[in-house]
T-cell receptor, first 114, second 115 residues
């Protein structure tokens, strides 16, 4: 079946530190991969996505590269800020189905301290 | 700006009560989704709808039903609330289009406590 596994949190970093949140997936077919972010008290919003192997998604200083050979989509940021404190979800959708169904990982909480 | 709204941010209900959670989107999206979010489990799909009056079960439909009488509104119903349904409930919508990487738009969530 299809599944997403994220590194366990919480992750606590100091401001300006380098961030990596690991995400690996299992999928039949060729998935599209996503990172969603949930700021405190809010719903999820799309952070970035990649739809084919070796694509790099990027937004707000965050990046993730679709690695088919390692079935991974790790999220990285070179220098985190306090405002990046949130819960980050890795997700996948399979095929070109027009239902847009997503499978989410368990989420990783990031806390950035000044 | 696109908007998905949910009827309540916080809700407290008693065991056995019938509970309605409402979701409205203003983007004319065909697809709508209900998830529950629990610590360590991420988001799990309860039901989704791809058109008015159409619905499909997600991964955890037991104890829930849904209603979609109008395109913009998708309701989640707990027929007889139980304490194990205490959770954060998130509604989302997306356009129905072929292709890869369809984005979902989320509401702010309803935190439901069943006592």
């Amino acid at each position: 079946g299809n599944s997403v596994t994220q590194m366990e949190g919480p992750v606590t970093l100091s401001e300006e530190a380098f961030l990596t949140i690991n995400c690996t997936y299992t999928a039949t077919g060729y998935p599209s991969l996503f990172w969603y972010v949930q700021y405190p008290g809010e719903g999820l919003q799309l952070l970035l996505k990649a739809t084919k192997a070796d694509d790099k998604g990027s937004n707000k200083g965050f990046e993730a590269t679709y690695r088919k050979e390692t079935t991974s989509f790790h999220l990285e940021k070179g220098s985190v800020q306090v405002s990046d404190s949130a819960v980050y979800f890795c997700a996948l959708s399979v095929g070109s189905s027009n239902t847009g169904k997503l499978i989410f990982g368990q989420g990783t909480t990031l806390q950035v301290k000044p | 700006d696109v908007k998905v709204t949910q009827s309540s941010r916080y809700l407290v209900k008693r065991t056995g009560e019938k509970v309605f959670l409402e979701c409205v989107q203003d983007m004319d999206h065909e697809n709508m989704f209900w998830y529950r979010q629990d610590p360590g489990l991420g988001l799990r799909l309860i039901y989704f709808s791809y058109d008015v009056k159409m619905k499909e079960k997600g991964d955890i439909p037991e104890g829930y039903s849904v209603s979609r009488e109008k395109k913009e509104r998708f309701s989640l119903i707990l027929e007889s609330a139980s304490t194990n349904q205490t959770s954060m409930y998130l509604c989302a919508s997306s356009p129905q289009a072929t292709g890869l990487g369809l984005k979902q738009y989320f509401g702010p969530g309803t935190r439901l406590t069943v006592t």
